[in-house]
């Protein structure tokens, strides 16, 4: 089909900011139906560049079904995801990924008997030696891209605050470090949205500051986030722009503090 | 030593080649891949079979045996044969049988293959001769070199090691590439490894096409030794032999199958016979399995990572880069699709 380009848009209407942003995603009257449980049902949002975008909601609001949607582990029962120009709403998940829509997952997902440098170059875009022919073609043809890449992948650990442990199995981390892992490995595919769904689950307060920093950093980058996650604090704290499902539509959209106002808000939350 | 013990020792040099060739073809499979491949020994079989065909000659009409493709081919191409079915063999069946997400569901499918080839080749005669069998298939250079029996064998020793080498390198170039590292994080998370852009159907149907090559070549290079094959050689004993030998040496790592091959093989199998005659005669045969599978039985459950573990890559002395770029540059220099 013929994809809507997503415009501009007034992030004024959603976020209390007065300036026009470019949006990065735009979800469309997506339904997601198993049978007679609707998971996902119309739900319709953007989600503007450079900002991290929150997406929270009761439990069964059908926020992570969403983010498998948009990245492409599920096929929708109807609606768009439009992304750079494209509806991706039927692309398989590594195309999604292809095109620099990146996604971490609920539970920790390291490749746990590879080091931790071979976790981020695992994510790295198209790295020569890759393919079958080009590992046929033997180390003289991909030796050099891959020292480059250990480069980046050793400014990236020093980022997220895993330097040292490059050469340790990522199954042999913390909770909280794989976590940070993860994002790292995200981030190291070059993404240019990634969809973060519940980074804090399961982390030590310690260790959840700071995946919460690298995220900031992240933001302070530039990069366009979507963020899953049920720690209220951290989404007050990271996000400018907060999505709230419930029963798979979304109920209400603004900053924290307007939310936090928002009726029917308290209503899905507790369910009065 | 007279000339009965030194064939033994052939036979015992060839075998072990032979089987390091297919357990490493097994490895990149199983062992990087993560691909439960029950029906391992059926692309053995067809690499030995299409090699075989391809230098017996036509098939004559009304002769002991008939068969398929038959020519005359120059060594090596029946062994390039051998390992071609192998590939094609391995390609048409991935397609479907790689098809379902879960690998128990795959392993399944493929053992299900390798029961109906079975059934196939056993019962259709105009393919290779149904149960009986090929024979009389030609050995490289044996009537150009005019050598004796024993003599021969030892020729055959040396092409067999040249060639095990050659595989050896090929294997390990594969596997210790960014395309092996892929594979590896195959085995071990294939969701979240689609979710960095990999498409992982393609790159699990890689592998199993690449094992199923080295299948072929070592079905090809056995059947040129042994002279013979038929659907008894090929039993669903062999495929779990090969599983063996590459949890006994160490999963994903060539050395460590390397020498888990030997251990099952030409230690365990070969030992076993020579334990003092102590009750029925087939006893030794009995015992084979036995130990083999309490040995099985011991790796998964105590050691489960093998004699020579898999180690990942280091990468030591390397300055951290500036500032890691979030952009997504347009194009692709010096890259390549994944």
């Keep these: 089909m013929t994809a809507r380009a997503p415009d501009r848009f007034d992030i004024g209407r959603i976020a209390g900011a007065r300036e026009e942003v470019a949006v990065a995603l735009e979800v469309v009257d997506l339904k997601m139906h198993f049978g007679g449980v609707h998971a996902v049902d119309g739900a319709s949002f953007e989600v503007a560049e450079g900002v991290i975008t929150g997406l929270i909601g009761p439990n069964g609001a059908g926020k992570s079904t969403v983010i498998d949607v948009i990245s492409g582990f599920l096929k929708p029962t109807a609606g768009n995801v439009i992304y750079r120009d494209a509806d991706i709403a039927a692309w398989p998940a590594d195309r999604v990924a292809g095109a620099g829509m990146v996604r971490t997952f609920q539970l920790s997902s390291e490749f746990p008997r590879l080091s931790v440098m071979e976790n981020l170059l695992t994510a790295m875009p198209a790295l020569r030696g890759s393919t079958l022919a080009g590992a046929l073609r033997g180390p003289r043809h991909w030796r050099r891209a891959e020292a480059d890449a250990v480069a980046r992948g050793y400014g990236l650990l020093e980022r997220f605050g895993l330097e040292g442990r490059a050469d340790e199995y990522a199954g042999e981390l913390s909770g909280g470090q794989k976590r940070l892992l993860e994002i790292a490995r995200a981030v190291a595919a070059g993404p240019r949205v990634l969809l973060l769904d519940e980074p804090f689950a399961g982390v030590n307060p310690t260790l959840a500051r700071e995946v919460e920093s690298a995220l900031a950093a992240l933001r302070a980058d530039g990069l366009t986030m979507v963020l899953v996650e049920h720690d209220m604090g951290a989404i007050e704290r990271l996000c400018e722009d907060v999505i709230v499902m419930a029963d798979g539509r979304v109920i209400a959209r603004g900053t924290m503090a307007e939310i936090a106002a928002n009726h029917e808000v308290a209503d899905a939350y507790l369910g009065s | ?214 299948a072929g070549v070592s079905g090809a290079l056995l059947v040129e030794f042994i002279g013979s094959w038929s659907p008894g050689a090929w039993t669903l004993d062999e495929t779990f032999l090969f599983f063996v030998a590459v949890v006994i040496g160490g999963r994903g790592n060539n050395l460590g199958v390397a020498m888990g091959t030997i251990v099952t093989f030409t230690v365990v199998l070969e030992g076993v016979q020579y334990l003092p005659l102590f009750s029925y005669t087939s006893v030794a045969e009995a015992l084979q399995i036995v130990v083999i599978g309490l040995a099985f039985i011991f790796f998964v459950a105590w050691k489960p990572n093998g004699l020579i573990p898999e180690r990942p890559k280091r990468f030591r002395g390397r300055e951290p880069a500036p500032t890691p770029s979030f952009a997504i540059e347009d194009g692709n220099p010096g890259g390549e699709t994944r």
């Excluded at chain 2, 090691?161 to 085995?187: E, H, I, K, N």
């Design chain 2, 1 to 214: 030593m007279s000339a009965a013990w030194q064939y033994y020792f052939i036979t015992l040099l060839v075998y072990a080649c032979v089987n390091l060739i297919a357990v490493w073809g097994l490895n990149l499979q199983f062992g990087l891949g993560g691909i439960l491949n029950f029906g391992y020994i059926i692309f053995q079989s067809a690499g030995a079979y299409v090699g075989a065909v391809v230098a017996l000659g036509p098939a004559v009409t009304g002769g002991f045996q008939s068969y398929i493709l038959g020519a005359n081919l120059p060594w090596p191409v029946p062994l390039l044969a051998g390992g071609a079915a192998g590939g094609l063999l391995s390609l048409v069946v991935g397609v479907v049988a790689l098809r379902p997400r879960r690998i128990d569901y795959q392993g399944m499918a493929l053992l299900t293959v390798g029961l109906i080839m079975t059934v196939i080749i056993s019962d259709y005669t105009g393919l290779f001769n149904g149960v009986a069998g090929l024979s009389d298939v030609p050995k490289p250079f044996g009537a150009a070199l005019n050598l004796g029996f024993v003599s021969y064998g030892w020729f055959f020793v040396g092409i067999t090691a040249c060639l095990t080498v050659l595989m050896y390198f090929l294997v390990r170039r594969l596997s210790d590439s960014p395309w092996g590292r892929q594979l590896r994080a195959l085995r071990e998370n294939p969701r979240a490894l689609q979710g960095l852009g990999v498409h992982v159907g393609s790159k699990r149907l890689q592998a199993f096409v690449v094992g199923g090559i080295f």
